[in-house]
């Protein structure tokens, strides 16, 4: 799962990034309203974690915006804004959970689970590919009823192509969707990734598109809607 962290305080949020990345997240942070629109615009999320107090505006106008161009994006405000006030504001405007700081990371994940669980239904949450079950909503697969363990970084990027639902996603795309935009990692990972994903749930899992990139498996796209 791909969270987008939007705090101004370089320090919570790489704690934050951190604490997601040992959970098995992968993230994204934004330190303004700019930032966080720019990433908005450049791939989907599967969650966002949303401060208030930005340097170029305000968390809630941000959220009304998201609201009004109709992304669905489960948000979670994390805000030194405590008050029932503040709350039901958030509420109103269309936040899904709502944590003050300061904070514990472990109820920061638990809330993040919780709400991804809840927004699984979107899509639906369980899926077949082949021989193997993936609930989409918990990242748990079952290969003939037997349970599969893949990294983190090998479900970033099964999701990715499942949302993507049939469209190729570069190896660029599929790197981001891994790693985020800030590190530097080898260019030949995606392959890697590719790889164990179609030794564990079988070769037809993922289809690759020579010149442009990957995409999920073509008869498997129609379990995806």
């Known amino acids: 799962m791909h969270i987008l962290i939007v705090e101004d305080n370089t320090l919570v949020a790489s704690g934050i990034q951190t604490g997601l990345e040992l959970h098995g997240f992968t993230s994204d942070t934004a330190a303004s309203v700019a930032q966080a629109t720019a990433h908005m615009a450049r791939r989907d999320f599967d969650a966002c974690v949303l401060d208030l107090g930005l340097p170029d505006g305000d968390g809630i106008d941000l959220l009304r915006h998201w609201r009004a161009q109709g992304r669905d994006v489960p948000v979670l405000i994390l805000t030194a ?13 269309g936040t899904d959970d709502y944590l003050t700081k300061p904070f514990d990371l472990q109820e920061l994940v638990m809330r993040l689970r919780a709400l991804l669980r809840r927004a699984g239904g979107r899509a639906g949450d369980l899926m077949m590919l082949g021989d193997c079950q993936v609930n989409m909503a918990t990242g748990e697969i079952s290969r003939e009823g037997k349970p599969v363990e893949i990294a983190r970084r ?4 099964l999701s990715a ?10 190896p660029a795309q599929l790197h981001d969707s891994l790693y985020g935009l800030d590190l530097d990692v080898g260019s030949n990972t995606v392959n890697v990734h ?21 995409r999920l498996g073509a008869r498997y796209c129609d379990s995806t809607t």
């Open 81 to 93: 804004r405590g008050t029932i006030e503040d709350k039901m504001a958030g509420f109103q405007t």
């Open 154 to 157: 090998e479900w970033a990027l």
């Open 161 to 170: 192509l499942v949302q993507a639902r049939g469209r190729v996603l570069s």
């Open 194 to 214: 590719v790889h164990h994903l179609r030794k564990k749930l079988g070769a037809d899992v993922i289809d690759t598109v020579r010149g442009q990139g990957f």
